[in-house]
């Protein structure tokens, strides 16, 4: 069988009006988890309405397992599940018969649609509220049914996105569990503008914004581009908008003495600036907002 990969290339998407949602966008993804980082607007929903062939890039190339996916959506269509953002549900169905309902619609015969149902409610974890409507769901049980519809063809790939938007922190990590869990034979893509929701379970990560890719590599990778470049310091508030002028400024604390502020500079900001260890949230700012990576790191 062919290899399980996706290959987009120079894809760019612009909607009726001019509004350019992504600039020359080039891609490939392979069996694992990667978390898409992006803030809002960043091209993250129109990259992934394209994956799951929803809509057209107006340039580039798609290909699925080495073939051309524009040419032939259906194959693409077979192979993979999708959970759209703004997924929606019947309400007074309870969680079986809206996901036998849909089974069927995917053309499954009556006897599969069931035990298919059954198995990924399980898979899910959801036995216990199945019998209940849809509409006395919470925001991750709602979340986990779409994870499930989008997994009724059994798919090779699976597409989410911002699955953990209003979800609390308990269903956040149960979800991206579940995620990690899927992505061991599968390509899953999960959108994001949360960086904890891909830190612990993503090994890969994308970080876009503005219709491109900014960075691309292991959490590891993005991190030692900003070796030496993170400091802490405890500044006087009055000295904030200074050094925001001046520099990247990450997270701010209250103290008792001040703000402590993470700043993303190549030198101590202030006299007093200790060096810290670089996280994911310091990659992601520098990414997004443009601070210069080492030059190695970029080539
Ligand atoms: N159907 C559309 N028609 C016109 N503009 C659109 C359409 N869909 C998205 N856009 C615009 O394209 C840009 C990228 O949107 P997109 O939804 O892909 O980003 P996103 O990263 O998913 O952001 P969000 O998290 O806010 O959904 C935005 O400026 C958005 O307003």
Redesign the pocket.
């Known amino acids: 069988m062919t290899d399980l990969t996706i290959e987009l290339d120079g894809i760019a998407?612009e909607?009726?009006?001019g509004?350019?949602?992504?600039d020359g966008l080039t891609l490939s993804l392979a069996p694992g988890l990667t978390g898409l980082l992006?803030?809002?607007?960043?091209?993250?929903?129109?990259?992934?309405?394209i994956l799951a062939t929803v809509?057209r890039p107006t340039r580039g190339s798609y290909r699925y397992r080495g073939a051309d996916a524009l040419d032939r959506p259906d194959r693409v269509r077979r192979e993979l599940g999708y959970l759209p953002?703004d997924f929606g549900v019947y309400p007074n169905l309870t969680a079986r018969e809206f996901l036998t309902y849909l089974a069927a619609a995917k053309g499954l015969s009556a006897r599969s649609a069931r035990a298919r149902t059954d198995q990924l409610i399980e898979l899910v974890n959801l036995t216990e509220a199945v019998r209940r409507p849809l509409r006395g769901y919470s925001g991750g049980m709602l979340r986990r049914v779409g994870i499930a519809q989008a997994l009724l063809a059994d798919p090779r790939v699976l597409v989410v996105?911002?699955p953990t938007a209003g979800l609390d922190p308990e269903e956040r990590v149960r979800l991206r569990n579940l995620l990690g869990e899927l992505a061991a034979d599968r390509i899953v893509l999960l959108?994001t503008?949360i960086v904890s929701d891909v830190e612990a379970a993503a090994a890969d990560l994308a970080v876009?914004a503005h219709?491109r890719l900014l960075r691309r590599g292991t959490p590891e990778q993005l991190l030692r581009e900003l070796d030496g470049r993170v400091w802490e310091t405890v500044v006087d508030p009055a000295l904030v908008p200074g050094l925001q002028a001046r520099h990247l400024v990450g997270r701010a604390v209250r103290t008792g003495d001040g703000v402590r502020l993470r700043v993303l500079a190549g030198h101590p900001p202030t006299p007093d600036a200790v060096p810290a260890a670089p996280d994911l949230e310091d990659a992601y700012l520098a990414a997004v907002h443009g601070a210069p990576a080492r030059q190695e790191a970029l080539r």
């Open positions: 998407k909607y009726r009006g509004k350019r949602a992504l992006g803030p809002n607007g960043a091209g993250k929903s129109s990259l992934m309405r809509t953002q996105d911002e959108s503008h876009l219709g």
